[in-house]
T-cell receptor, first 116, second 111 residues
Framework: DTGVSQDPRHKITKRGQNVTFRCDPI?????LYWYRQTLGQGPEFLTY????????KSRLLSDRFSAERPKGSFSTLEIQRTEQGDSAMYLC??????????????FGEGSRLTVL | GENVEQHPSTLSVQEGDSAVIKCTYS??????FPWYKQELGKRPQLIID?????GEKKDQRIAVTLNKTAKHFSLHITETQPEDSAVYFC??????????FGKGTMLLVSP
C-alpha cells in the first residue's frame, strides 16, 4: 500500500499522559498536513509542513501540541498532558507540489485518541 | 481565517433523485474549493474541486458551481445511487496551502 499511513490507529490514554502519533506520507509528496476531526464535524486544520519546514500552525492549537517533520519525510504529532477534550480522530494528509498551488489531499486512515 | 458554512447537515433522497449541498465562505481571497466524500469509518477522499477562474465544473453525475460574488458554491449529484450515501465536506483555501472544511452533510440515498 503506497498511501498515507498512520500509527497507531487507536490510542487510549489517561488524562495527563503524553501521546505521540506518526504519519508516513506518500513518498513523493513534500506537503504534509495534520487535521483533527470530532464526531459530526469536518476536519479542523492543525498544522502544515512543506518538506521539513512547518509553515502554518492553527492559532487555536494549544501549546501542548507539537509537530515535527525532521527529514521532510515522516511526521510526528505529540500531545502533552492530554485532556478529555483532546479525544478525536487525528488525520494526516499529504499532497504534491507538482499539482501547483493546490493539489489533492490524500488522507490517512487516522489515529483515534480517547482520553479517559 | 476562513469560515465555511455548509447546509443541510442531513439530506435524505430516493435513488435516482438529485441532491444539492450548499456552502458559503467568508474570505474573498479564497480561490480553491474542493469537495470530499467520507464513507463511514473511512478516510475523506476528493471527489471534485473548482478554482475561482471557472463558474462550473462537471464530472459525470457530479457537478460543482461557484459564485465568487456571493461567496457560495454548491455540489450537485444527479441520478443518486445508494453508494453515494456518505458524508460530504466542502472546503475553501486560506493562508498558505491550507483548507477550512465545512461541518459536513450526511447524504442518505434510499433504494
Amino acid at each position: 500500500d503506497t498511501g498515507v499511513s498512520q500509527d497507531p490507529r487507536h490510542k487510549i490514554t489517561k488524562r495527563g499522559q503524553n501521546v505521540t502519533f506518526r504519519c508516513d506520507p506518500i513518498s513523493e509528496h513534500n506537503r504534509l498536513y495534520w487535521y483533527r476531526q470530532t464526531l459530526g464535524q469536518g476536519p479542523e486544520f492543525l498544522t502544515y509542513f512543506q518538506n521539513e519546514a512547518q509553515l502554518e500552525k492553527s492559532r487555536l492549537l494549544s501549546d501542548r501540541f507539537s509537530a515535527e517533520r525532521p527529514k521532510g519525510s515522516f511526521s510526528t504529532l505529540e500531545i502533552q498532558r492530554t485532556e478529555q477534550g483532546d479525544s478525536a480522530m487525528y488525520l494526516c494528509a499529504s499532497s504534491s507540489e507538482s499539482g501547483g498551488a493546490w493539489g489533492e489531499l490524500f488522507f490517512g486512515e487516522g489515529s483515534r485518541l480517547t482520553v479517559l | 481565517g476562513e469560515n465555511v458554512e455548509q447546509h443541510p447537515s442531513t439530506l435524505s433522497v430516493q435513488e435516482g433523485d438529485s441532491a444539492v449541498i450548499k456552502c458559503t465562505y467568508s474570505d474573498s481571497a479564497s480561490n480553491y474549493f474542493p469537495w470530499y466524500k467520507q464513507e463511514l469509518g473511512k478516510r475523506p477522499q476528493l471527489i471534485i474541486d473548482i478554482r475561482s477562474n471557472v463558474g462550473e465544473k462537471k464530472d459525470q453525475r457530479i457537478a460543482v458551481t461557484l459564485n465568487k460574488t456571493a461567496k457560495h458554491f454548491s455540489l450537485h449529484i444527479t441520478e443518486t445511487q445508494p453508494e453515494d450515501s456518505a458524508v460530504y465536506f466542502c472546503a475553501a483555501d486560506w493562508g498558505y496551502s491550507t483548507l477550512t472544511f465545512g461541518k459536513g452533510t450526511m447524504l442518505l440515498v434510499s433504494p
